[in-house]
């Protein structure tokens, strides 16, 4: 069984709709729940991490943990164009070594 | 402030050939991973160097090495190589002293192997 398990279907919508992204994962022992956002021929950058439940706010990007059924999401608001990338969610032990899902490649169209 | 750095940007190699990919941290970082990313798939953790020692190593086999040098720089090695070891090679630095589970990315290095 994957460590984490990520939808990798391509999702296409428009400038100002509300983009909702999740993934499972395996372990209830996993304690760091990420986010990170990949551009076309860069590397992934860390969007938002979550600790244990709950939800966290950042802007216009919210990050959501249910440990109890174990689900993450990621809610992006008014999107942009600029939103445009693959999001990938990611976890960990705490152990500095993430485990990731396949991605979601997101278009943001005008 | 100089970002995670990696070396080549593509490279191109013949099956049951050799391989070495470099990687230079972020500045004050010193803890390196390495991912690959094959097309389609989210990154797979390969190992990380900690004081020039492998410190956790993932479902990858012996073919695949590597090295931390006294500056933090990382190199990665792939021996033999197969069809199957196309991909984005993906470094990632941190740092004990901030939180460990932010990792740094570099740009990759795209290695294809025909």
């Known amino acids: 069984q994957k460590e984490v398990e990520q939808d990798p279907g391509p999702l296409s919508v428009p400038e100002g709709a509300i983009v909702s992204l999740n993934c499972t994962y395996s372990?209830?022992?996993?304690?760091?729940f990420m986010w990170y956002r990949q551009y076309s021929r860069k590397g992934p950058e860390l969007l938002m991490y979550?600790?244990?439940?709950g939800n966290k706010e950042d802007g216009r990007f919210t990050a959501q943990v249910d440990k109890s059924s174990k689900y993450i999401s990621l809610f992006i608001r008014d999107s942009q164009p600029s939103d445009s990338a693959t999001y990938l969610c990611a976890v960990s032990y705490g152990n500095n070594r993430l485990a990731f899902g396949k991605g979601n490649q997101v278009v943001v169209i005008p | 402030d100089a970002g995670v750095t990696q070396s080549p940007t593509h490279l191109i190699k013949t099956r049951g050939q050799q391989v070495t990919l470099r990687c230079s941290p972020k500045?004050?970082?010193?803890?390196v991973s390495w991912y690959q990313q094959a097309l389609g798939q989210g990154p797979q953790f390969i190992f990380q160097?900690?004081?020039?020692?492998?410190?956790q190593r993932g479902n990858f086999p012996d073919r695949f090495s590597g090295h931390q040098f006294p500056n933090y720089s990382s190199e990665l090695n792939v021996n033999a190589l197969l069809l199957g070891d196309s991909a984005l090679y993906l470094c990632?630095?941190?740092?004990?002293?901030?939180?460990?589970?932010?990792?740094?990315f570099g740009p990759g290095t795209r290695l294809t192997v025909t």
């Open positions: 372990n209830s022992a996993f304690q760091y």
């Open positions: 500045s004050g970082h010193d803890t």
């Open positions: 160097y900690y004081e020039e020692e492998e410190r």
């Open positions: 979550t600790y244990s439940s």
């Open positions: 990632a630095s941190s740092s004990p002293r901030e939180w460990e589970e932010e990792q740094y």
